[in-house]
């Protein structure tokens, strides 16, 4: 019995394992070997075989003037990034516990929340460069960027806020009111710690939205590049690793946002078994 399923799974498995195989390959193949060539020696190029390993190229990035203002729009790409990730979790937080209870206009204000999703990138950050200059207001990436990114972040935040809640159990909140305490304690309490690995999604979503959107950004931020605009400026003049090395550095912070999100909710539920265990 044993012999004949394991023949009978034989063909189906090694082919979908091949499958498999050649996905993994296809999706990280490309980021693998910039990963390697970002390390090319000061005389490699852009392709293999490597001549000599160094970190040359990295160092070349941040000191050499011929990238353009590389340090600055990193900067100021990790700045929206962090805004976005503040906003969009503070924001979706509170309007996810709003749409808990129905209220008049829910659907469509709902709606229209969500509609940025469908808009193209570029046609909404047009209709946001024109708001600006209709106002009399000019372009600045703190400024008509951050809110040309928030109207991709929000959007996305509010859904996963709306699956998180999904799953959460009212019946917590409604015995803290019975033990008598305020709206304020049982939201401080109750509500935001059950929520917080919800909230970590919806904040690590908010950054790495932000930090490589680039089809809102190119008529929004004015005259100061933000990272992606940089990068793509990059590809039409530079011909050395230093474009690899870019996107290794980019990789790596995207990297280290989503691990340092994935300890914060360790820690957290580690912090919440300890307690419990004292509890009990």
Same mark, same amino acid.
């Given at each position: 019995?044993?012999?004949?399923?394991?023949?009978?799974?034989g063909?189906?498995f090694y082919?979908l394992?091949?499958?498999?195989a050649l996905f993994? %390959? &296809?999706l990280?193949g490309?980021?693998?070997? %910039?990963? %390697?060539l970002?390390?090319? =020696?000061?005389?490699?190029?852009?392709?293999?075989?490597m001549?000599?390993?160094?970190?040359?190229?990295?160092h070349?990035?941040?000191?050499?003037?011929?990238y353009g203002?590389?340090?600055?729009?990193?900067?100021?790409?990790?700045v929206? =990034? #962090?805004?976005?990730?503040a906003?969009t979790?503070v924001v979706?937080?509170?309007? #996810?516990?709003?749409f808990?209870?129905r &209220?008049?206009? +829910?659907?469509?204000?709902?709606?229209?929340?969500i509609?940025?999703l !469908?808009v193209?990138?570029?046609?909404?950050?047009? #209709?946001?460069?024109q708001?600006?200059?209709?106002?009399?207001?000019?372009?600045?990436w703190?400024?008509?960027?951050?809110g040309?990114?928030?109207?991709?972040?929000?959007?996305?935040?509010?859904?996963?806020?709306?699956?998180v809640l999904n799953?959460?159990?009212g019946?917590?909140?409604?015995?803290a009111?019975?033990?008598?305490?305020?709206?304020?304690?049982v939201l401080?309490?109750?509500?935001v710690?059950?929520?917080?690995?919800?909230?970590i999604?919806?904040a690590?979503?908010g &950054?790495?939205?932000s930090y490589?959107?680039?089809?809102?950004s190119l008529?929004? !931020?004015?005259a100061?590049?933000?990272?992606?605009?940089?990068?793509?400026?990059?590809?039409?003049?530079?011909?050395?690793? +230093?474009?690899?090395?870019?996107?290794?550095?980019?990789? +790596?912070?995207s990297?280290?946002?989503?691990?340092t999100? &994935?300890?914060t909710?360790? %820690?957290?539920?580690?912090?919440r078994?300890?307690a419990?265990?004292?509890?009990a």
């Amino acid at each position: 019995m044993s012999q004949s399923t394991t023949n009978r799974r034989g063909a189906a498995f090694y082919l979908l394992a091949t499958f498999f195989a050649l996905f993994v %390959i &296809f999706l990280y193949g490309p980021m693998l070997m %910039i990963f %390697i060539l970002s390390f090319q =020696g000061p005389t490699g190029g852009l392709t293999f075989p490597m001549r000599g390993v160094s970190t040359h190229w990295f160092h070349d990035l941040w000191t050499s003037s011929r990238y353009g203002d590389l340090g600055g729009a990193f900067r100021r790409s990790l700045v929206l =990034g #962090g805004l976005s990730l503040a906003i969009t979790a503070v924001v979706c937080l509170f309007a #996810g516990l709003a749409f808990r209870r129905r &209220f008049w206009g +829910a659907g469509p204000i709902f709606y229209l929340s969500i509609v940025s999703l !469908v808009v193209p990138g570029i046609l909404l950050g047009l #209709g946001i460069s024109q708001l600006f200059q209709l106002l009399g207001l000019r372009l600045a990436w703190w400024l008509s960027g951050l809110g040309a990114h928030l109207s991709w972040t929000l959007p996305f935040g509010l859904l996963i806020m709306f699956a998180v809640l999904n799953r959460f159990d009212g019946s917590w909140e409604e015995a803290a009111r019975d033990a008598g305490a305020s709206p304020r304690q049982v939201l401080s309490y109750v509500t935001v710690p059950i929520l917080f690995p919800g909230l970590i999604a919806v904040a690590l979503f908010g &950054f790495t939205l932000s930090y490589d959107e680039m089809p809102r950004s190119l008529l929004t !931020v004015g005259a100061k590049n933000t990272l992606p605009i940089e990068i793509s400026n990059m590809t039409t003049n530079v011909t050395t690793p +230093a474009l690899y090395a870019i996107g290794t550095v980019t990789s +790596a912070v995207s990297f280290l946002v989503i691990a340092t999100a &994935f300890i914060t909710i360790a %820690i957290v539920q580690k912090r919440r078994a300890r307690a419990k265990g004292k509890s009990a």
